[in-house]
């Protein structure tokens, strides 16, 4: 049977051809590289534009930031304690950039099946991501708007359209044109290509300077602290230790934890705190209004559950800030309430016992080292409730307090592994000398610090390799709720030395050495550390 090449089949060919001779198309590595790199400056034009409309409102957010958020509430706990572990502070940097990989990947492949394959199937892909940033959206903590998917629907219909543009066919003139079709087809992939680029970089960079105008630093910046009507008593002489950490963390270094991958942006003007809940007559206060009130200050430790022994998510500093037990008994605590809830505007709670206001200095804090909070640590009002661990009572972003009971509400960590009530362990560590320094023999001075919020520290004990337990110089203590420090002069003798550290409590009880792991409520036992002395 003879086939007969119509005219319209004859067309075909022509543009099966021309789809050969395009740069994305072409066989071998070169054309899958460029339909990689096709398909990455088509996400990124389509995040681009979700950033803009993300800029739009405070009310909306990046769909990155929205999947990365989920990631964050639903990541099985082991894993959150392995990536602070790896990663300490840095551990959002790290997700951030486990999903900017996650994605290129994803962008790629969407690149190479869309402009080889089908650009159904890569649109198709370019709609699932879409779909995840909706669901992703709609899933935030604080509840959903019904605009809440806008930034990721608009972002996908813009990368969708960039994958398109990318993959059609030569225009007529084009394939009519002297030059050889594969050079033609070249210089317009490199001008998509730049023009993509351009493109992105633009979107991004005013996504970001949109995003700029919800900032809160221009608000804390113009805060002027009252002066406290009962300041912190003066720090005794001799309450900082050789060889311990400072006394007082600076801000800038003060560990930061908790699950915002961006700063909340509170500005103070417009900010409210509800006292609400099982009480007599709810409270809504402006930040005007709390600091009109009584306001103390006072030197508290504040720590994490997921220190480590002998670890650094410990600081203390000098808060500011007005008497939780104070507002409560003005709003009038029902007697069926047990629980107190503290409720940041990004949907975290904290929660711990109404019975742990036993007269314990717990503050809605707003001064930190005689500053305003820093943003990142809770601008502008947080709980810092000494003797409980962070993620039960340190609330960030404070804008509501809740009576509840145990029994009906479980706080943040709580459904994640983590123990309701959660009072901090006793425990001591040593600062120097480091785990493995190398120091030459003869006297040295061991220091370092120990904590039991709020009892307070009586005394420290070392032991050197298998010896007795021996006393340690003890600084002067500032309050039950700050740590105190101590230090040991030693005569270091040439070898291997273990140092061991453990403390005793105001009450006469001593540090356990049994170890458990911080899940579910923190870490115990002995900080540990062995020392290299060579003989001089
Ligand atoms: N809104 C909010 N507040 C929060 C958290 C959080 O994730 N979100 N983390 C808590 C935890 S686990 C700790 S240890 C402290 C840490 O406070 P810092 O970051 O100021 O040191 O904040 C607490 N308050
Ligand atoms: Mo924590």
Not at 117 to 134: M, P
Not at 185 to 200: E, M, N, P
Not at 328 to 353: I, K, W
Not at 500 to 521: W, Y
Request: with cysteine; net charge neutral.
């Amino acid at each position: 049977m003879v086939r007969l090449r119509t005219p319209r089949m004859a067309i075909t060919e022509r543009r099966r051809i021309h789809a050969r001779e395009r740069v994305v198309s072409s066989p071998g590595w070169r054309g899958v590289l460029a339909a990689s790199l096709g398909g990455v400056l088509a996400a990124a034009v389509g995040i681009g534009a979700g950033e803009v409309v993300a800029g739009a409102s405070s009310s909306l957010r990046s769909p990155i930031l929205d999947v990365g958020d989920r990631v964050v509430d639903r990541v099985p706990t082991w894993a959150k304690d392995l990536a602070i572990d790896w990663f300490g502070t840095n551990d959002k940097i790290a997700l951030l950039v486990g999903i900017a990989v996650i994605l290129t990947v994803y962008a790629a492949a969407v690149g190479i099946v869309g402009l080889r394959r089908s650009l159904r199937l890569g649109i198709a892909g370019i709609a699932l991501f879409g779909v995840l940033g909706t669901l992703a959206s709609l899933a935030a903590r604080t509840g959903a708007r019904l605009t809440s998917p806008l930034p990721s629907l608009v972002g996908s219909v813009v990368a969708a359209a960039a994958l398109a543009w990318l993959a059609r066919l030569p225009a007529r003139s084009e394939q009519e044109s002297p030059t050889p079709p594969h050079l033609t087809q070249r210089r317009r992939f490199l001008a998509q290509v730049g023009v993509l680029g351009v493109a992105a970089a633009a979107l991004g960079s005013l996504g970001r300077r949109l995003e700029a105008r919800f900032s809160a630093a221009d608000s804390r910046a113009a805060i002027t602290l009252p002066r406290p009507d009962l300041p912190a008593p003066a720090v005794p002489v001799g309450a900082q230790a050789e060889g311990a950490a400072a006394l007082f963390t600076p801000n800038a270094e003060f560990y930061r934890i908790d699950t915002a991958l961006t700063v909340p942006q509170v500005p103070a003007e417009g900010w409210e705190l509800r006292v609400g809940g099982l009480v007599d007559r709810e409270l809504r206060l402006s930040y005007d209004d709390l600091l009109s009130r009584s306001v103390e200050e006072h030197d508290i430790t504040l720590t994490c559950v997921s220190n480590t022994i002998g670890g650094e998510l410990i600081g203390t500093a000098r808060w500011l800030g007005v008497r939780l037990d104070d507002l409560l008994a003005e709003a009038g605590v029902a007697p069926t309430a047990d629980q107190v809830v503290g409720r940041s505007v990004d949907g975290y709670t904290c929660g711990f016992p109404v019975a742990a206001l036993d007269g314990r200095d717990a503050l809605v804090a707003v001064g930190m080292n005689g500053e305003p909070l820093p943003l990142e640590h809770g601008f502008p009002a947080r709980l810092i409730v000494p003797g409980i661990y962070g993620y039960a009572s340190a609330t960030k972003w404070l804008t509501e307090i809740e009576l509840t009971t145990f029994a009906d509400f479980d706080h943040y960590w709580v459904p994640r592994g983590y123990a309701a009530e959660a009072p901090i362990k006793m425990q001591s560590r040593i600062d120097r000398p480091r785990g493995l320094d190398r120091i030459p023999a003869g006297p040295f001075v061991i220091g370092g610090v120990a904590w039991a919020q709020p009892t307070g520290i009586r005394a420290v004990e070392l032991r050197i390799d298998d010896g007795a337990w021996i006393a340690a110089d003890m600084a002067a203590e500032v309050n039950g709720s700050t740590w105190r420090q101590w230090s040991f002069a030693w005569d270091a003798r040439p070898g291997r030395h273990t140092v061991e550290v453990r403390a005793i409590d105001n009450n006469g009880a001593i540090q356990t050495a049994d170890r458990s792991e911080p899940l579910p409520d923190g870490a115990s036992g002995h900080h540990t550390v062995v020392v290299l002395v060579d003989e001089v």
